[in-house]
């Protein structure tokens, strides 16, 4: 009954979206929407005469799916009928994903109450309930699902299906071919923890002063430093600071005896696993590559500097726009995130190289980037607080900040939008384009960025206090055991 219940209320908000608003521009899409719809009009002509370079080869699949289908069915590809495939496209999408997450939560053997927080924290968020439907024209909801299809076969350790679904997935999301193979070939012997306290040591600081000489240099050759703009330059400096603090305080919670794990790496590690993981990575880049024709129009040095300059722009923004597209999850991730690295290296040394490089993608503000993490957070999430008794109170407000937060209930299109989106991009960073734009934490106003701050320290807080609350229970019910014995 909960689960037709979260069905039910999910499908319903799904279809308002379906039949409601969308991009204002270009005939509903822009930015990379543009490409992704010519992809699904004209990819049998495109690929042929290599249209695509290798990046765009990586995230096709689902647009090639719709104009073969489209092109089988002799289907009319005008711009209405592309959108409405991509819509039809999303659904189907968004129905396997729920199949793969209710198995999973059947495999982790969840309760009521962490079944609905789990969907909640996946489902309910700007991510699928408003983005997708808004923008149809991204591979953001594929690459979601396919990485909840990942987090079900791995902790049912389906190598095969894994397998299969990350072939599917590497022409989705440029990372999750890789991810498949380090939760496949990996050894997934548990990590050494520390039982104690994590014993005092230099490393992290001195890390910390190398990672911090290196963004100050990076900023340099990029020019990030304005001295005619004392302002930008002074937040840009606040963001490096509150960059280091954060992957400093990451460093001294990690709950993981690094050399021991190292020593029983290279004793569990098998060299004929890793040449398979090597050969098959090498064979899939080499078919991507076969497959693109125009990488003589890919400039990485371009792509590089654009990731750069969407960094450090405010102090913490990364985790603000995280927040703001995908709810209550990044405040609890952080609360719990001393266990949950304790979860990830009991899952084997697989699972905490996909978290180390979850990481790496968590310190850039684009939300977007961590899709194909997202399913593997919310699992270490669920395990991290399974031991605690969830109380209904909880859920209900957990749910309501993410639906509140997800924005499927806000009209976008207001007067003024059609022609924000459709100047500039400076003018993305005003109102009304911030409607939209600040769910995206490389496209935050400073106002947003402050109210969305106010709105992260308060959830934090409220994390903080739950997760001491839950351990005071468990604290006293544990003596009242004792107690008995």
Do not use: C
């Not at 699972?351 to 939300?367: C, D, G, K, Q, T």
């Amino acid at each position: 009954m909960i689960r037709f219940t979260l069905i039910a209320v999910l499908a319903t908000i799904v279809v308002f979206q379906i039949t409601g608003e969308k991009v204002p521009v270009n005939e509903g899409a822009m930015g990379d929407g543009v490409f992704f719809r010519e992809v699904a009009g004209n990819f049998l002509e495109d690929v042929e005469t290599g249209g695509y370079n290798v990046f765009q080869m990586q995230r096709v699949m689902p647009f090639a799916f719709v104009n073969v289908l489209f092109g089988a069915l002799e289907i009319l590809k005008s711009n209405d009928n592309l959108m409405r495939g991509m819509l039809v496209l999303h659904f189907l999408f968004l129905g396997f994903g729920v199949y793969w997450y209710f198995s999973l939560a059947t495999k982790l053997r969840l309760g009521d109450g962490l079944t609905i927080l789990g969907f909640v924290l996946v489902f309910a968020s700007f991510a699928v309930l408003k983005d997708p439907w808004y923008n149809p024209f991204s591979t953001d909801l594929a690459t979601l699902v396919l990485g909840i299809a990942q987090a079900n076969y791995f902790i049912k350790f389906n190598r095969q299906k894994l397998f299969l679904v990350s072939i599917i997935a590497g022409f989705v999301w440029p990372t999750m071919m890789l991810t498949g193979l380090l939760l496949i070939f990996l050894p997934s012997d548990p990590l050494v923890v520390f039982i104690k306290e994590r014993p005092k040591s230099f490393f992290p600081v001195l890390a910390s002063l190398v990672m911090l000489v290196f963004l100050v240099v990076v900023s340099v050759i990029t020019g990030r430093f304005d001295w005619e703009n004392i302002w930008v330059t002074l937040l840009h400096v606040a963001s490096i600071f509150t960059l280091v603090f954060f992957v400093f305080a990451i460093m001294v919670r990690n709950p993981v005896d690094w050399s021991m794990s190292y020593s029983l790496f290279l004793k569990k590690n098998k060299p004929q696993k890793m040449l398979r993981f090597a050969g098959i990575l090498f064979i899939y880049l080499l078919v991507v590559f076969l497959l693109s024709g125009s990488n003589g129009s890919l400039d990485m040095v371009a792509l590089v500097q654009s990731l750069v300059k969407d960094t450090l722009r405010f102090p913490g923004d990364f985790l603000f726009g995280h927040m703001m597209f995908y709810g209550f999850l990044i405040p609890l991730s952080l609360a719990f995130f001393p266990r949950m690295i304790k979860e990830s290296a009991k899952l084997g040394m697989g699972m905490m190289a996909v978290s180390i490089l979850m990481l790496v993608f968590f310190v850039h503000p684009e939300s977007r980037l961590l899709l194909a993490f997202l399913p593997f957070m919310v699992v270490l999430l669920l395990k991290s607080v399974r031991r605690y008794k969830i109380v209904n109170k909880d859920v209900v407000v957990i749910s309501a900040v993410n639906i509140l937060m997800s924005a499927f209930w806000l009209p976008l299109n207001v007067a003024g939008m059609e022609e924000a989106l459709g100047l500039g991009h400076q003018e993305m960073y005003d109102f009304p384009a911030q409607r939209y734009w600040m769910h995206f934490g490389n496209m935050m106003s400073f106002e947003v960025y402050l109210v969305a701050g106010l709105v992260f320290v308060g959830l934090l807080i409220l994390a903080y206090r739950g997760k001491v609350r839950y351990k005071r229970e468990e604290y006293v019910r544990g003596r009242s055991v004792a107690a008995k014995i």
